[in-house]
């Protein structure tokens, strides 16, 4: 297991995960300056734990849900699998979308047309290390 540098603990960036391109590209529009958006529908792509440790937070769209992509798996497996305390946003989704990543512990829920507003208050929370 490779060890992170400080260099990359510094790093300012976050996961958007969501199948929705419009969605993304509205996100990645609202990026700060200074960040980086890193979108994946797999955490596994991103390296084992302590890699997806190294991003500030994740955005998680609940309306997207695919033959290999469910948001519940994906707030269950950085909750419980990897046993990670990253904030976790969830944008969308039904009552009982929300309800259910509540139970599987996922942070805050807005709806999915905050989300570039919510990014720019989140990345301005979240930049430390300056």
Known sequence: ????TIEARMQRKFIAMSGDA??????RSAVPEGWQMVETL???SLGEF????????IFLDLDTLTDTFDP????REVRM?????????????SADERDQARLNRADRFFERDEAAARLAQFCHQ?????
């Open 1 to 4: 297991m490779s060890q992170p």
């Open 22 to 27: 419009a969605w993304l590209f509205t996100l």
């Open 42 to 44: 797999d955490l596994e």
């Open 50 to 57: 302590q890699d997806i440790l190294l991003h500030r937070f």
């Open 72 to 75: 519940q798996d994906a707030i």
């Open 81 to 93: 699998a990897l046993m990670l305390n990253v904030p976790i946003f969830c944008f969308g989704g």
């Open 126 to 130: 979240y930049r430390w290390g300056d």
